[in-house]
């Protein structure tokens, strides 16, 4: 027998909060995932966050618990001006006041202080769906593997806060200036079986690819400022390190067969691996040869590859 809830009775749009809503107690994992959100750049889907902290079951829990914190305004959630940006069949949350102070306090910081991101960046949400999504399998990757660990992981929006500065050349030898902002940074560590006790680390800088540029800008845009960048004081400074890979993810054969060749005339051979949305999962994100490397026709895991 269907159960009818509050909303289906009154037919309440999901972005409306009940005029009085039920009390609530945050518990420990409602923090968690209050801090998750803060720490996922400010916007998570329902659905990831069903993943994370509900064992991906779906049913209606995940989805009433959210209801709840959106309702005692802990998490927000697009109004009806911008509900339409979302993407089919996706329910996004992001912090709202009562959220932003409980994660303040969780930095021993006060909401008067505190830096959070007030709205999502509407036109950009599938693509910082699709960030969430890689970061999850990286993470889970990372927890499932006797070898490798995620040490960091620096989100894009710190590069925005903070981006570094560089110079590099345009295909016709012109200087140009650019402000790097790469949808995130992330460092992996793996045992060194040549000297048995020590780690040594992989760096890759993230790019999310929606196809929503042609080819010939994404080599101008992306691949010369990426690969001067890998070589700058800026990136070592930032990183502490001199060494790194782009990692990019799009959306079809197709598509990642224009950019590796357009890359490849553009100078990133060796710098630019390239994979697709279809491949990417928790089980072959770093152990499997699903990344393939511009410059060759080689096809590597992370697992695997060299410093």
Do not use: C
Request: glycine share 6%; proline share 5%; charged share 25%.
């Amino acid at each position: 027998m269907l159960l009818l809830t509050e909303d289906m009775i009154t037919l309440r749009p999901i972005y409306a909060r009940r005029a009085k809503p039920g009390p609530i107690a945050l518990t420990s994992r409602d923090k968690r995932i209050l801090e998750t959100i803060y720490a996922f750049d400010g916007m998570m889907s329902l659905k990831e966050i069903d993943r994370l902290f509900f064992s991906n079951r779906g049913g209606t829990w995940p989805r009433e618990r959210m209801r709840s914190l959106f309702a005692n305004k802990y998490v927000n959630m697009p109004d009806a001006a911008n509900a339409h940006r979302v993407p089919l069949g996706e329910t996004i949350y992001f912090l709202d006041s009562g959220g932003a102070e409980v994660v303040a306090g969780l930095y021993g910081e006060t909401i008067t202080d505190f830096d959070w991101r007030k709205r999502p960046r509407w036109s950009l949400i599938a693509h910082d769906l699709a960030v969430n999504d890689f970061r999850m399998d990286v993470m889970q990757a990372a927890v499932s593997s006797s070898e490798l660990a995620l040490h960091q992981w620096v989100p894009e929006s710190e590069f925005w806060r903070n981006p570094d500065k560089i110079t590099y050349r345009t295909r016709s030898g012109a200087s140009r200036k650019r402000q790097m902002r790469p949808d995130g940074f992330f460092t992996v560590r793996r045992p060194v079986a040549r000297n048995p006790g020590s780690n040594e680390e992989l760096a890759f800088l993230l790019e999310i690819d929606m196809a929503t540029e042609d080819n010939p800008r994404f080599a101008r845009e992306k691949v010369r400022p990426g690969v001067s960048y890998l070589s700058s004081s800026a990136y070592q400074q930032h990183f502490g390190i001199d060494y790194g890979r782009w990692l990019v993810v799009t959306t079809g054969e197709r598509r990642l067969d224009n950019l590796k060749a357009h890359t490849e005339r553009a100078g990133g051979d060796g710098l630019f691996l390239f994979t697709t949305f279809g491949q990417v999962r928790s089980a072959t994100v770093l152990a499997e040869p699903i990344w393939q490397v511009a410059g060759t026709e080689e096809t590597i895991s992370i697992k695997t590859m060299s410093v």
